[in-house]
Nanobody
Framework: QVQLMESGGGLVQPGGSLRLSCAAS????????IGWFRQAPGKEREFVAA????????YYSDSVKGRFTISRDSAKNTVNLQMGGLKPDDTAVYYC???????????????????WGQGTQVTVSS
């Protein structure tokens, strides 16, 4: 069973940057995809970004496209989410999740992911 741990959250001013990391407890092979989701207080969990290992396909929500970049560091067995141009609306708990053999249309749907981290808080405020 893969265990995931997020890190890198914190408090940042609007317009600032943060890099989140998702570390897996064991090597995750080509069949995996890693997704980032977030949940703000009183709101449903929403998709942020995902990367599929077998073809390195990346996928972003419209709300973060052009501001966030997801990437994989296979040597460190981590997936990073570089966040820039942060806005107060980006404030949320950010979760990473791992799923197997995801097709493109499934990558943005949380129920297709099997393993989840505990989350890391990101607060964007002046």
């Amino acid at each position: 069973q893969v265990q995931l741990m997020e890190s890198g959250g914190g408090l940042v001013q609007p317009g600032g940057s943060l890099r989140l990391s998702c570390a897996a407890s064991e090597p995750t092979g080509r069949s995996y995809a890693i997704g980032w989701f977030r949940q703000a207080p009183g709101k449903e969990r929403e998709f942020v970004a995902a990367i599929r290992f077998r073809d390195r396909m990346t996928y972003y929500s419209d709300s973060v496209k052009g501001r966030f970049t997801i990437s994989r560091d296979s040597a460190k067995n981590t997936v990073n989410l570089q966040m820039g141009g942060l806005k107060p609306d980006d404030t949320a708990v950010y979760y990473c999740a791992a799923g197997l053999n995801l097709i493109t249309t499934s990558m943005s749907t949380s129920r297709h992911y099997t393993y989840w981290g505990q989350g890391t808080q990101v607060t964007v405020s002046s």
